[in-house]
């Protein structure tokens, strides 16, 4: 089976731009997941997505969203870009629930200049 | 918030040598699980303990769990070059629905 993959795998943008990242996950999963990488918060949970329902939200403002489509594909948005939204977007997906094995993409590396 | 804390947070060891990673945590758990992560790669799930094994083994890898303790340890055992990568413990709390990580522990493994 091909593995979870997500685009763009690199982007540059500027400050209160938005920008929308996609996720596609393994064929037969059902649940994705989004976590943001930094050096000083580590990683953190932003949102999980089951049978296009948001199931679980972190602790995140509501410039973060997200959507999940009929064929478990999913989205997440991020408006009005800040410096502190430069990051590793990582999507990770797994057969039912955000606590099953996470399988995860290569990542989006978002730089907000 | 973590919910996990790894240590030590970085480790640097010769090609051979064994590497022993502790993670800690707060609340009671359903599992736990260990992931690695090469430099700004995705993570790679490496094994699930649940709480109620104390043991587990996956090749060159031995989990332990103390959830009396709320510990847990990954040892590498006759570590490669090739294991060089960040090592992340991840818990499923049993009041909760997501997988929380720690902070991870940076390994290098020098030839």
């Known amino acids: 089976k091909a593995g979870v993959t997500q685009t763009p795998r690199y982007l540059i943008k500027t400050r209160g731009q938005q920008v929308t990242l996609s996720c596609s996950p393994i064929?037969?999963?059902?649940?994705v997941s989004w976590y943001q990488q930094t050096p000083g918060q580590g990683l953190q949970f932003l949102f999980e997505y089951f049978s296009e329902t948001q199931r679980n939200k972190g602790n995140f403002p509501g410039r973060f969203s997200g959507r999940q489509f009929s064929n478990s594909r999913s989205e997440m948005n991020v408006s009005t870009l800040e410096l502190g939204d430069s990051a590793l977007y990582l999507c990770?997906?797994?057969?039912?629930?955000?606590?099953?094995?996470?399988?995860f993409g290569p990542g989006t590396r978002l730089t907000v200049l | 918030s973590q919910q996990g804390e790894e240590d030590p947070q970085a480790l640097s060891i010769q090609e051979g040598e064994n590497a022993t990673m502790n993670c800690s945590y707060k609340?009671?758990?359903?599992?736990l699980q260990w992931y690695r992560q090469n430099s700004g790669r995705g993570l790679v799930h490496l094994i699930l303990?649940?709480?109620?094994?104390r043991e587990k083994h996956s090749g060159r890898l031995r989990v332990t769990l103390d959830t009396s303790k709320k510990s847990s340890s990954l040892l590498i055992t006759a570590s490669r070059a090739a294991d060089t990568a960040s090592y992340f413990c991840a818990t499923d709390e049993t009041s909760g629905s997501r997988l929380t990580f720690g902070e991870g522990t940076q390994l290098t493994v020098n030839p």
């Open positions: 064929s037969g999963h059902r649940s």
């Open positions: 990770a997906s797994s057969l039912y629930t955000g606590t099953d094995t996470q399988y």
């Open positions: 303990i649940r709480s109620n094994e």
């Open positions: 609340t009671s758990i359903n599992n």
